[in-house]
């Protein structure tokens, strides 16, 4: 079956704007998680979608929002885009049912703000 | 709080030594853990998970609830090897992950 795809692949924004990526869970998943990797950082916890309702949330600002569409497909949008949101955005999906299972990982978005 | 430390960022080896990438974890009740690997230029997947008790790509993995440690394992590191390995921990039975930071694994010929 189809992995997980996440549009687009590169994108550059300038401080100040807002930015809207795209995540394509496998067919038949559920949950869609959402993380930021930065060489500091590494990969953090954004927020996890399960049947259009968010289930979980990691420590980012309010600017960090997403939503989940009926067909399981998942868009986060970051508003008043600053220097440090410039990462890659993962995206990973799963079936999402009882107790934790492997999470399918997209991959990414690499967002870059000037 | 919930925790992982992965306290190599490189760990180089000779094709054919052993290999054991290191993680510590910080989790209140019993964890499941997992290790996942990039490959260069591909994507990010599942290597193994401690309940499955698999060994895949000849890496083994045993949860050691005394010491609060997965570490991973192989006893003969191929070039294929080489990638990048992450430990990861689910928080509280869901799918918010807490990865560690990442051991980059060099197998030289």
């Known amino acids: 079956k189809a992995g997980v795809t996440q549009t687009p692949r590169y994108l550059i924004k300038t401080r100040g704007q807002q930015v809207t990526l795209s995540c394509s869970p496998i067919s038949g998943h559920r949950s869609v998680s959402w993380y930021q990797q930065t060489p500091g950082q590494g990969l953090q916890f954004l927020f996890e979608?399960?049947?259009?309702?968010?289930?979980n949330k990691g420590n980012f600002p309010g600017r960090f929002s997403g939503r989940q569409f009926s067909n399981s497909r998942s868009e986060m949008n970051v508003s008043t885009l600053e220097l440090g949101d410039s990462a890659l955005y993962l995206c990973a999906s799963s079936g999402g049912l009882a107790g934790v299972g492997e999470q399918y990982f997209g991959p990414g978005t690499r967002l870059t703000v000037t | 709080a919930q925790r992982v430390t992965q306290p190599e960022k490189l760990l180089s080896v000779f094709k054919g030594a052993p290999v054991e990438l290191k993680c510590n974890y910080s989790y209140s009740g019993s964890p499941e853990l997992f290790w996942y690997v990039q490959y260069s230029r591909q994507r990010l997947q599942l290597l193994l998970r401690?309940?499955s008790r698999e060994s895949i790509k000849g890496f083994t993995a045993d949860l050691n609830k005394g010491e609060t440690s997965f570490h991973l394992k192989k006893p003969f590191a191929q070039e294929e090897d080489s990638a990048m390995y992450y430990c990861?921990?689910?928080?509280?039975?869901?799918?918010?992950?807490?990865f560690g930071t990442g051991t980059r694994l060099k197998v030289l010929a």
């Open positions: 979608y399960f049947s259009e309702t968010q289930r």
């Open positions: 990861a921990l689910p928080t509280s039975g869901t799918y918010k992950y807490i």
């Open positions: 401690h309940i």
